[in-house]
C-alpha cells in the first residue's frame, strides 16, 4: 500500500483526523503527501488541532468527498 493510500484510508470516514493519527502511519513527509493528494484533485482540508493530547502545532485533516448524481468520486 502506498503512502497516498494509508492516507486516504485513513481519511476515508469523512470524519476529523488529528495530525498525530497520520504520524503513527509512519509516512515520512506526511504533509508533503497531503499536498500532493490535494494536488491530484482530493478536497482534504485542515485546521489546527484542539483535540488536547499534543501541545504542538498540530494540524487535523479531513477528507471532504463530493457527491454526483448519488454516486461518490474524490
Given at each position: ?26 509516512i ?11 494536488a ?8 489546527p488541532?484542539?483535540c ?8 487535523k ?14
Open positions: 500500500m502506498t503512502h497516498h493510500q494509508k492516507i486516504l484510508t485513513l481519511l476515508d470516514d469523512e470524519q476529523w483526523h488529528c495530525g498525530t493519527e497520520i504520524m503513527n502511519l509512519y515520512k513527509d506526511d504533509r508533503k503527501r497531503i499536498s500532493e493528494l490535494v491530484q484533485g482530493y478536497n482534504i482540508i485542515g485546521k488541532c484542539d488536547g493530547k499534543h501541545v504542538s502545532g498540530l494540524y485533516r479531513k477528507l471532504i468527498k463530493k457527491e454526483t448524481y448519488g454516486i461518490r468520486t474524490r
